[in-house]
């Protein structure tokens, strides 16, 4: 039997009194524009048909456990219309795959966009900013995000998946394929200097913060350290073109690229150290203090790794790279194919059906082999779905292995891995039909995460921080499953069909 997924905590929502809305005018032109707005009504009706009302019982949950006062119901409702729209937008922006800045102009302009999102009352519509858009990726955390990934695969399994999301068939839970990747972070090629240059940046931006704010200690024109900085990382790219003299002009380099960072380092302390003796230092302040602080406490080891490989000319470990001062956990992962031999980011596991939903996922904080990535998804899939709903495991030879083989027999799960034994895979290939076609169907998983980092993601992650990320991530699946869903055929398609058949005939 199949397990419920209710709401975290007990809510009861409030009845919401209906609005009058703007009347969507009608636009008679390419079919693309009806292609889109079909897609939008489709998107709507599922989250009608239950994600929206889950979306908002775990959000109030999650607002009541975090209020130290209790609320009126006045405060509930509003709280409950403002969480149907951080579903509608973050879901609409992540289909249109638009940044936050784009997606307010666009949602400003578009008829179509402010009724899905539930901003088209009559008379002043208000658009969210930017910055209101950014907090609503943050509205829930992962494990809610995640809960409500389950509860809407469940209920597309779900025998009636056809009257509740309007389905043609339940989708199948049988069997499902598995890879991993890597989802990249926003950052540039991790060079040494250009990291020096970063801290110099930053360092620079919340001196010049915080002396616009009032606080002052004697030192030169902040923006000369800037400008030198910059002129030596150019300085250090034309040196490494020279193969004759490069290499010593580049100690050379980096050893004033040295003395300036540890110069803005000393400012930099001094005005930290001014924050804290303010009488009544301001958030923006704080702010600065903190970006500075965080900067401090990786410069040296930046330094020392940049005095290691350019000045000693030693080789660094890759658990002991700095590969950014923003995103500390950015690992480098080695995928050893071609034109990616190494990537920077974390491993992304994700597990599909063959309807293309995403069922499972995974982004670990640190790099981990795909074997172990499997092996914790097992316990995953059995409390999401349900003891035997998952029969069979199809993945690539990276996950194969005695742990993973154990792991799958021990659930009750058919073993599909393609063998790492070249001899093995041959003799299983001759002897399996099953798993043949099995592994023909993987294949078109590459083309899944092709769409989720490409398409969905938009090549990298663009939120700072691994638990922003996990969101990240988690909204951008969720949008991805409703958009496989939304285009799966429909009962009524399915019954007007056979209609138009049963007449020509």
Known sequence: MRPSTPAARPVVLLSQQLALRLPVPHVAGPAEFTEYCALCARVD??????????????????????????????????FQRKSQQAL?????????????????????????LQRFCRLDHLGAVTIPGHSELQRFTQWLPVAEMRALLERLVNEASAPDATSRLGLAAPVSLDTVFADSTCAATNIHYPVDWLLLRDAVR????AIQVLRAAGVKSRMPEPSTFVRDMNQGCIKMAQAGKNKKTGKAQQKEILRAMKALVQTVREHADR?????????????????????????????????????DRIIGERPVENAEKVLSLYEPATAVITRGKAGAQVEFGYSLFVVEQRHGLIVDWALPAHPQADVDLLQEAVPRWEAAYGKGTITTAVTDRGCDGPASRATLAK???????????????EQRLAEDVAFRAQLRRRAQTEGRIAILKQTFLGGALHTKGHAHQEQEVAWVILAHNLWVLARLPMASTLARTACNNKTKR
């Open 45 to 78: 009706a599922l989250l009608e048909a239950g994600v929206e009302r889950d979306f908002v019982t775990r959000s109030v949950a999650e607002w009541s456990r975090r209020r130290q006062r209790a609320f009126t119901q006045d405060e509930q409702q509003a």
């Open 88 to 112: 509608r937008c973050t879901l609409a922006r992540a289909l249109l795959r638009e940044s936050l800045r784009d997606f307010c102009c666009h949602l400003a302009e578009s008829a179509v």
């Open 202 to 205: 930053t360092l620079i931006q």
């Open 271 to 307: 005005y930290g150290a001014l924050v804290g003796t303010h009488p009544a230092p301001t958030g923006q302040m704080i702010a600065a203090q903190r970006r500075m602080h965080a900067v401090l406490a990786r410069l040296p080891k930046v330094v020392q790794l940049a005095h």
């Open 411 to 425: 659930a009750g799960i058919g073993n599909s891995l393609c063998p790492r034994n070249r001899q093995q895979l």
